[in-house]
């Protein structure tokens, strides 16, 4: 069990761990230092500035990288009315370098009802191993039921690293199954890697609005876990050759079903042209465009294209489009082969969401916007002029 104390008879009075508990938990009583445990989180950050060591934490688990019965990599293999979602594969293509380099397993938890012949494609896909879970009950996404089995999983066969797709279900899913193992959590990774030094998982992600990038370690917990952006990592190439690996069946019982909720009825959103993430044109359009009027010039590029339309953060937040729609940190990140950012300046926090597209197209009449900065092309004018005409070349070349 974890515990901090501190010794008294080591304790100098100094304050020095006053100042920089970031939780306020340690306050003096008279000449010693006192730590409130309702307060502290036993994050450390008192223990090194103290002058004397008179602080003792006690983790109460395994150093870094102290071997352990924890092996392999899993990829949570999820899915949509029976149909496994594209990041699933940019998942198997990053779970499988990670698996090299720990010379481990790669498997793929597939949980659903009707699901079984999907184990198939992730075989092709680079999976080793799958564990399936397939029962009428697990038709319909729930919370409760998932987070259960997927924990249960976790207990039974120890993994030592656990991804999922930062979806709404990934986000939903394993915050629950990470408190009840219980182990850590970095959300929205960019990057994954292995420390070759320690061998522990090195999760990359944006901070502070996307102004600097964080490299998280769990050190002293498994699974080591993680929710990735979609169209962040290259997609697992799929093999027709490749022979199907091991399918581990997992026994699911009627209280591995409950839950406090249930599903009545799904509405799914019908996209203008083709979704977002999956589109391999983006036109986006974001302050500049004045008004939600004017996203319809954009949607005529976007049909012509056979794309999509996007939209920075302060169109959604204006009202102009839904935020289905929404590009960057706190919306969807893309990989398109082409974006063209029409009337976005090209804040921080935009660039996060679609930087590593193929190509991107800056339309804007500041010759000094941040756009121009990530631009492989960049038309300094009045939007309204410039993409009407781009629709009506692009519609010209396309006719021939």
Not at 63 to 91: H, K, T, Y
Not at 165 to 186: D, H, K
Request: aromatic fraction near 4%; hydrophobic fraction near 40%; glycine fraction near 10%.
């Amino acid at each position: 069990m974890a515990s901090i104390q501190v010794i008294g008879d080591k304790c100098i009075g100094c304050k020095k761990c006053v100042k920089v508990c970031p939780f306020g938990a340690i306050e003096m009583q008279g000449k010693l230092a006192v730590i409130d445990l309702s307060k502290c989180t036993l994050c450390g950050a008192c223990v090194e500035p103290c002058p004397v060591e008179a602080i003792v934490l006690d983790r109460g688990d395994r150093p870094a990288g102290a071997a352990d019965d924890s092996r392999g990599v899993w990829v949570f293999a999820e899915q949509r009315g029976g149909e496994i979602q594209s990041v699933v594969f940019e998942l198997l293509g990053a779970g499988r370098r990670l698996a090299a380099a720990r010379g481990c397993e790669l498997a793929a938890v597939l949980i659903g009802s009707g699901v079984e012949e999907r184990a198939g494609l992730l075989f092709r896909r680079g999976a080793d191993k799958v564990y399936l879970a397939d029962h009428p009950g697990l038709r319909d996404y729930r919370d409760e039921p998932y987070a259960r089995l997927l924990t249960r999983m976790i207990r039974e066969y120890k993994p030592e690293i656990v991804l999922t797709g930062a979806t709404s279900i990934g986000r939903s899913l394993v915050p629950r199954a990470a408190v009840q193992v219980p182990t850590g959590l970095t959300a929205d990774c960019t990057g994954l890697e292995i420390d070759p030094s320690s061998g522990l998982l090195l999760q990359t992600r944006p901070a502070f609005g996307g102004n600097i990038m964080a490299t998280i370690k769990c050190e002293h917990h498994r699974p080591q876990m993680a929710t990735v952006r979609h169209k962040v990592m290259e997609e697992a190439p799929e093999d027709p050759n490749r022979p199907a690996g091991e399918l581990v069946r997992v026994s699911v019982t009627e209280a591995d079903l409950a839950s406090r909720t249930n599903v009545l009825e799904t509405v799914k959103e019908i996209e203008e042209t083709v979704n977002i993430v999956e589109a391999d044109v983006i036109v986006a359009g974001g302050r500049g465009l004045k008004g939600p009027e004017h996203f319809a010039m954009l949607g005529e590029l976007a049909k012509a294209l056979g794309g999509a339309v996007g939209a920075s953060r302060a169109a959604v937040d204006a009202g102009w489009v839904p935020y289905s729609h929404q590009v960057g940190q706190t919306g969807k990140t893309v990989k398109p082969k082409i974006y063209f950012a029409c009337g976005i300046s090209g804040a921080i926090q935009h660039l996060v969401g679609m930087s590593s597209s193929d190509i991107i197209v800056a339309v804007n009449k500041n010759p000094d916007a941040p756009i121009f900065n990530v631009a492989t092309y960049g038309l300094v004018g009045d939007l309204f002029e410039i993409v009407p005409e781009l629709t009506r070349r692009f519609k010209e070349t396309l006719r021939r």
